[in-house]
């Protein structure tokens, strides 16, 4: 049997930028072992598979090692699919998760989440951690993955190394910064740890549940731009709306097909 795939560039108003996920689209659950061998032959920081539950939507996000409780690139990937290719007629998607239930909806030309808040709590920087970074954080957070707050943009952007050795950690570090850019609050890039098997995330919607509430109490306001400033750049506009993140961002199809296997 054959079954659809996509890939998606998310966060992205161009193929080639954003951040590429793979989606399929099933009728019914796959075995958990022959979603994880997807997500591994796929090769992309994750595979989001859906199928219906009701009148909403399972989804499950894989990378290529491991399954993740929350993931917003590939989640505003599968929407693009359902609207763009599959001609889902509404305007609101509801998507049933390990994380709960997560509502999309189309505003003009995006795409918006609607995720849980994630407010990191002050944390200390594992030795591990710190010696890869080899720079003074101005804070430590945590809230299920590591925020690395530095002193500059340039900062951020200069960093060359990557924490997959770190063996304290677990979901990944964040670093982040002001911007130095007018129209953009924060810049960030993420890396996961060891049992992620990603080195680096072009563009992380689940880190943004974390940034968004930490940069909205820092800033003093509510809605933020932030700009993932990876080697494939995405920017996505925030809002923090009490214990909710909306995020916002458009994507494109880069490839269609089919995968079968024995």
């Keep these: ?23 399929m689209p099933l009728n019914a659950p796959l075995d958990e072992d022959v979603m994880q061998r997807l997500a591994q ?39 693009h699919v359902l609207w763009r290719e599959l001609h889902w007629p509404h305007d609101e998607l509801r998507f049933n998760s390990a994380s709960g239930e997560l509502r999309v909806r189309k505003v003009d030309d995006l795409i918006e989440l609607n995720f849980p808040a994630l407010m990191p709590k002050p944390a200390e920087l594992s030795a591990d951690v710190a010696e890869r970074l080899e720079l003074k954080p101005q804070d430590v957070r945590s809230a299920i993955k590591e925020l690395v707050v530095l002193a500059s ?10 924490f997959s050795g770190c063996e304290s950690l677990e979901s990944g570090v964040i670093l982040t910064a002001r911007s130095d850019r007018d129209g953009v609050d924060f810049v960030s890039r993420f890396f996961g740890g060891p049992e992620v098997g990603i080195k680096e995330d072009p563009v992380t919607g689940s880190a943004h549940a974390i940034l968004v509430p930490y940069w909205a109490e820092k800033l003093g306001k509510s809605e933020l731009v932030g700009r993932q400033i990876s080697s494939r750049p995405g920017q996505i506009e925030c809002v923090l709306d009490g214990d909710r993140v909306r995020m916002r961002g458009q994507a494109r199809t880069y490839l269609r097909g089919f995968v079968e296997w024995t």
């Design 153 to 162: 943009e340039a900062e951020v952007a200069a960093f060359s190394r990557d």
């Design 41 to 79: 032959e796929n090769n992309l920081s994750e595979t989001a598979f859906l199928w219906p539950e009701g009148d909403a939507w399972r989804i499950r996000w894989f990378t290529p090692s491991k399954e993740v409780p929350l993931c917003g690139h590939a989640t505003l990937a599968s929407a």
């Design 1 to 23: 049997m054959a079954y659809p795939l996509y890939q998606v560039d998310a966060f992205a108003d161009a193929v080639f930028e954003g951040n590429p996920a793979a989606v």
